[in-house]
């Protein structure tokens, strides 16, 4: 795989988790469009990485999985709050979260 395909791939996985975010109303789906951009650019950084050389995007890869990580414990538990508020996970409803 050389750099164009990587990077093509990146830009229409970061494109499908752009559309994700926008247009779907599920709290669920959501997350899982923003751990799609995130992977997207993991992708472009470790293309970028391995074209210049260095560790340099490799190692900030590994921060964008940390942030990723916390990123879903967090809204997981936004998700599960707000399916015991309104027993939904439409993100319409949730333009309130306190009691």
């Known amino acids: 795989m050389n750099l164009d395909h990587a990077l093509i791939v990146s830009f229409l996985l970061f494109g499908t988790g752009i559309a994700g975010v926008l247009l779907r109303r599920n709290a669920i789906v959501v997350f899982m469009s923003i ?30 999985m940390a942030v990723a990580a916390a990123e879903a414990a967090i809204g997981l538990g936004l998700v599960i709050a707000l399916f015991r508020r309104h027993a939904s996970i439409d993100l319409d409803r949730a333009t309130l979260l306190r009691s």
């Open 35 to 64: 751990e799609l951009m995130l992977n997207a650019v993991n992708l472009a950084l470790v293309t970028f990485s391995r074209l210049r050389g260095d560790l340099d995007a490799q190692v900030l890869c590994f921060f964008v």
